[in-house]
């Protein structure tokens, strides 16, 4: 098997991977109640595409694992199409705005996860690469949440059950403020333990010898 052939079958088992790893956390795990879920380190396979075979690549296999998703998140892309999801006349704006940021772009950027191949010990790049990656993914769900649903922060924040801080925010914080923290808090809710567990899963398939040399 040549080289180029080579790559291309690892990175279709890897991508297949993902998947299987994606559909085993939705039935293991609930979903947040606006959008996002913890998996079961999912995006590792794609971050160590691009450690393997390198970042253009790597790229390349996040905007085709992007379209995976969007097959798997049909029902919420349907959706957003649909009159009633934004609740307002910029309906199909906002909704290619989603696809853009919490599909397209928020799993292409896993592509960086071998930007420190060769600069560092295996263990430490593909860790480093994967906190890259997957807070790369973490922006863009950031910027998504801010630019779509901040009009829920109050709410958020002052809910029934919430800590008291909630409400100190919503007193203190301008709008604008305000909705960026929600996008922060609530994507953070999900997206920081997943970049810790795929950190410490990283540096544990680092010793893997063929990945390791």
Known sequence: MNNKVRKLTESAM???MAVVLELLGK???PPMPFGGQLTIVCML???LISYRHGVRWGLLCGFAYSILQMALGAGTVTAAFQPGYFGDETMLLNAFIMCFLDYVLAYTVLGLGGLFRDKMKPG???CLGSLVALGSRYLCHILSGYVLFSGWAEWFFTQEGFPAWGQS???SLSPAGLGLTYSVVYNGLYMIPEMI???IAA???SRIPRIKN
């Open 14 to 16: 890897l991508l297949g």
């Open 27 to 29: 039935m293991l795990i």
């Open 45 to 47: 396979p794609v971050v």
């Open 124 to 126: 430490k790049a593909l």
């Open 169 to 171: 925010l919503v007193n």
């Open 197 to 199: 567990l795929t950190a």
């Open 203 to 205: 540096v544990l398939i």
